[in-house]
C-alpha cells in the first residue's frame, strides 16, 4: 500500500501493541514471501500462538488461501467481520471514530482525486456504482491515523499521487505473457490487472484442459461503469 514502515510503528505505538514486520527481500516475489512468512509464523507457533486473525468480509478465495497456507501449522484462522455486509461494517467503522485517509486506488476504480480523502459520510455517498463500500474488492487502501484506540494522533503528510501499472497476474504472482501457456495448479484461480489509461482495454484468456478442450474468457475495462480489478474463475 505504500506505507513507509516508521508509519507502521508509530500506529502500534500510539495504540500500545506490538509490531512484527516481515521482511521480503531479496525479490519481493512470491518465493521470497512463502519464506518469509514460513519464518513468521514458526517464531509465533513457538510463542504458543495458535489463532491469526483477518480483517475479510466475502472473498472466499482469499479466505481459503489463508486457510490452506496457516493449517498445516496448526494455526486457526480467525474471521471477525465474515458474514457481515460490507454497509454494516462501513456504519460501524463511521461510529467508532477512527479517523482514516485513502492512500491507494485501483486507478480503474476510483480516481485519483479519491487519494487523500478522509473515509466519511461523504465519501460514502460519493464511491461510484459498483465499488464496494470497504474496499474489499481492493479499489482503495487506507492509513489509519486517530480515533479508538490511538492514545495520539500520527502525524503524516502525503505525497503527490503516482500511477504504477502491473502485467495480468495469477494469484500466486506469476506474471502472464502473451501467447504464452502456464499450468493451472488449482480449480480456482484469480487474474490481477490494472489498465495504463482510461481508454478501452483487454485481454483474452484461453483455459484448456487435460483433454484438449478450451474455454475463451474476454475482460474489458473502462468500456462503461461496471468493471472489474481482479475475477475468479472455475
Same mark, same amino acid.
Given at each position: 500500500?505504500?506505507?513507509?514502515?516508521?508509519?507502521?510503528?508509530?500506529?502500534?505505538?500510539?495504540?500500545?501493541?506490538?509490531?512484527?514486520?516481515?521482511?521480503?527481500?531479496? +525479490?519481493?516475489?512470491?518465493?521470497?514471501?512463502?519464506?518469509?512468512?514460513?519464518?513468521?509464523?514458526?517464531?509465533?507457533?513457538?510463542?504458543?500462538?495458535?489463532?491469526?486473525?483477518?480483517?475479510?468480509?466475502?472473498?472466499?478465495?482469499?479466505?481459503?488461501?489463508?486457510? +490452506?497456507?496457516?493449517?498445516?501449522?496448526?494455526?486457526?484462522?480467525?474471521?471477525?467481520?465474515?458474514g457481515k455486509s460490507s454497509a454494516e461494517i462501513m456504519r460501524e467503522f463511521l461510529?467508532?471514530?477512527?479517523?482514516?485517509?485513502?492512500?491507494?486506488?485501483?486507478?480503474?476504480?476510483?480516481?485519483?482525486?479519491?487519494?487523500?480523502?478522509?473515509?466519511?459520510?461523504?465519501?460514502?455517498?460519493?464511491?461510484?456504482?459498483?465499488?464496494?463500500?470497504?474496499?474489499?474488492?481492493?479499489?482503495?487502501?487506507?492509513?489509519?491515523?486517530?480515533?479508538?484506540?490511538?492514545?495520539?494522533?500520527?502525524?503524516?503528510?502525503?505525497?503527490?499521487?503516482?500511477?504504477?501499472?502491473?502485467?495480468?497476474?495469477?494469484?500466486?504472482?506469476?506474471?502472464?505473457?502473451?501467447?504464452?501457456?502456464?499450468?493451472l495448479e488449482k480449480e480456482t484461480f484469480r487474474l490481477y490487472y490494472t489498465p495504463?489509461?482510461?481508454?478501452?482495454?483487454?485481454?483474452?484468456?484461453?483455459?484448456?484442459?487435460?483433454?484438449?478442450?478450451?474455454?475463451?474468457?474476454?475482460?474489458?475495462?473502462?468500456?462503461?461503469?461496471? +468493471?472489474?480489478?481482479?475475477?475468479?474463475?472455475?
Amino acid at each position: 500500500h505504500g506505507i513507509p514502515t516508521e508509519l507502521l510503528r508509530a500506529q502500534a505505538d500510539r495504540i500500545g501493541i506490538p509490531l512484527h514486520t516481515v521482511d521480503l527481500t531479496p +525479490k519481493g516475489d512470491m518465493e521470497d514471501y512463502s519464506a518469509a512468512m514460513d519464518r513468521a509464523v514458526r517464531r509465533y507457533r513457538e510463542e504458543g500462538v495458535t489463532h491469526f486473525i483477518f480483517g475479510d468480509i466475502f472473498l472466499h478465495d482469499v479466505r481459503s488461501y489463508r486457510e +490452506k497456507q496457516l493449517s498445516p501449522y496448526g494455526i486457526t484462522v480467525v474471521e471477525p467481520l465474515w458474514g457481515k455486509s460490507s454497509a454494516e461494517i462501513m456504519r460501524e467503522f463511521l461510529a467508532s471514530g477512527l479517523q482514516t485517509v485513502i492512500v491507494t486506488t485501483t486507478a480503474d476504480r476510483l480516481g485519483r482525486d479519491f487519494i487523500g480523502r478522509r473515509i466519511d459520510e461523504t465519501f460514502v455517498r460519493d464511491l461510484p456504482d459498483g465499488v464496494d463500500v470497504c474496499g474489499e474488492n481492493g479499489e482503495y487502501h487506507t492509513f489509519c491515523y486517530a480515533g479508538g484506540p490511538f492514545r495520539t494522533p500520527v502525524q503524516f503528510a502525503l505525497g503527490e499521487p503516482l500511477q504504477r501499472s502491473y502485467p495480468v497476474k495469477l494469484d500466486d504472482g506469476t506474471a502472464l505473457l502473451p501467447n504464452d501457456r502456464y499450468p493451472l495448479e488449482k480449480e480456482t484461480f484469480r487474474l490481477y490487472y490494472t489498465p495504463l489509461s482510461d481508454e478501452q482495454s483487454g485481454f483474452t484468456v484461453w483455459v484448456e484442459d487435460s483433454d484438449g478442450q478450451a474455454v475463451e474468457l474476454e475482460f474489458d475495462f473502462n468500456a462503461d461503469n461496471d +468493471k472489474e480489478d481482479g475475477y475468479g474463475t472455475e
